[in-house]
């Protein structure tokens, strides 16, 4: 089992006696179902329905005060906390960004042989493993504590792109993308059945009729990889753009109906001059023709 300090990532408190409905009227994943030990995945978004930011969020128990803790981008953890204090108006709520003092330790590859206070499963894929959020001069403790070898965090980075799951500043920007393009819906991060939150009208919509033609989908590279940002080509025609990459896999953002349409005519994929090949060309068809299938109910 293996264990990664994250130092990409922060953390913010959100407390008081109306935390929890606040909270879920905000973000995209249901916090009435959080309790301590458990994760979510969401994100809190504009009107317009693009992610400001995404995050796993858990409960913290009595002998941590209480509250939720938001894991989170740490570039983007005192933007958030100030963007929630703006929305709490005369709720009973409290915002801490605790992220000179709290951070996130990645465990995967096995089960934690003990469960340390602010662990939960890891969310959107059970491959991704847990999350301890813990001070960083404690990280190489808990490690050993819960039975794992402490590696670098570029091999978490590697770990996370071969389970597609999508990172924001690198795979998608912020501000410019839905969820459906980074896959929440996909991650389990966003619900579908719950009450109103900023941006659902157009999430919503998106999921009833079909018209997220963007996702995020793995690759496979058999050269040195191109670098983050840089556009995919199918002949003359741009079908998406590379995102991250590490030991011979990536992340890209891409146009589904054109990339189906470039494997039905058998036209490569290249970026900055190299040819990059789908990991699963089916998820791709299977994504356009559900997007088709929509629009025809719709």
Known sequence: MKAAFLPDRGVVKVS????????????????????PGLG??????????????????TEAGAGHGGGF????????????????????????????????SLGV????????????????????????????????DLAQKAAALVGATMVEASD??????????????????YGDAFPHETNMDRLHGVDFDKGCYVGQEVVSRMQHRGTARTRT??????AAPPE?????????KQVGTMGSSAQ?????????DKVADALDAGTPLIAGGITIRLAAPDDVRNLQQKNAERKTVA
């Open 16 to 35: 008081g006696e109306d935390a929890r409905g606040f909270l879920n009227g905000l973000v995209t994943t249901d916090t009435s179902l959080l309790q």
């Open 40 to 57: 979510r995945f969401g994100a809190l978004l504009t009107p317009q329905g693009k992610i400001i930011a995404d995050f796993l969020i």
């Open 69 to 100: 803790l938001i894991d989170c981008p740490k570039v983007l953890a005192q933007s958030l906390a100030t963007k929630l204090g703006f929305y709490k108006l005369r709720a009973k709520v409290t915002v801490e960004n605790l992220s000179d």
């Open 105 to 136: 330790l990645a465990v995967w590859d096995g089960t934690p042989e003990a469960k340390l206070d602010l662990t939960f499963a890891d969310p959107r894929d059970e491959r991704l493993g847990w999350r301890i959020l813990i001070p960083q």
């Open 156 to 173: 978490y980075e590697a770990h996370r792109i071969a389970c597609d799951a999508p990172r924001g500043g690198l795979d998608f920007s």
């Open 217 to 222: 989908v793995r690759v496979a590279l058999d």
């Open 228 to 236: 983050a940002g840089v556009a995919i080509m199918a002949g003359d």
């Open 248 to 256: 011979g896999e990536g992340l890209a953002v891409v146009r589904v």
